[in-house]
């Protein structure tokens, strides 16, 4: 296949991605997407990197077998432990979520004090505070881990008192640092937007990397000179580790529309 027609392969460790591939489709309509989402194996979030980035390898491997020309790693955790890894690996452009959220977190504070939410992994990995630190060394980064935001998202509560109280209790701990910026730094985050911007205050900036992220992939096919030309409909293919069964009922609440061509198929060993 010409390589300007092959689609885009994109990974995750579940459903979350599927807010990535969202904004991707949006800003990217008549690219080919084909999803992976190792549902068998989610959460990444409380794993060591060592797992992480074996589980990454694998994914890769098979999206590379796909034959795409660009691969994005839309986990948070992934691109936090096992970007660099990746990227030596394979002969195509690899794009991560964390260096796209930087560079807009560095661009919309004032203060220079940002904070960064995420799962225990990426946190621990200070993956966004090395990025942020790389721009402007000036500005303040304050990490904090939520690790029961996922778990939330994944069963449908998005907003209501538990929710509430729950997002409060974590944010206390950040709310205190004067930050005017909030990277949500999870797949899973941008669907709780609403509750966090009420719980740590409107005039806080959120930054929701997944926009970021389509933008930053549109760039870098433009500057390849690897756009899709063909005028019929793109590919959409989705592949999942477990049963597709939950994918598709959840999934489609994160990605807005149907969920079809999906196929459950093997990574790891
Ligand atoms: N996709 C993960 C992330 O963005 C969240 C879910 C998980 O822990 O695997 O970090």
Redo the contacts with the bound molecule.
Sequence with gaps: MNKKDRPIGVF???I??LTVLKEIIKELPDEGTIYLGDTAR?????RSPETVIRYSFENTRFLSSRDIKILVV????ASSVSLDAIKNSIPIPVIGVIEPGAKAAVRATRNKKIGII??E??IKSGSYTRAIKAIDKDVEVFGLSCPLF?PLVEEGWTEGDVVTMITKRYLEGIKDKCIDTLVLG???YPLLKKVISSVIGEDVRLIDSAVEVAQEIKATLEIAGLKREQEEMPLREFYVTDSPERFIKVGERFFGQKIEHIEKIAVGG
């Excluded at 989610?42 to 409380?46: D, E, L, Q, T």
């Design positions: 995750d460790s579940g979350g991605g989610v959460p990444y979030g409380i839309a986990c948070n955790t995420g799962t992994a990426t996922v999870c797949t899973h």
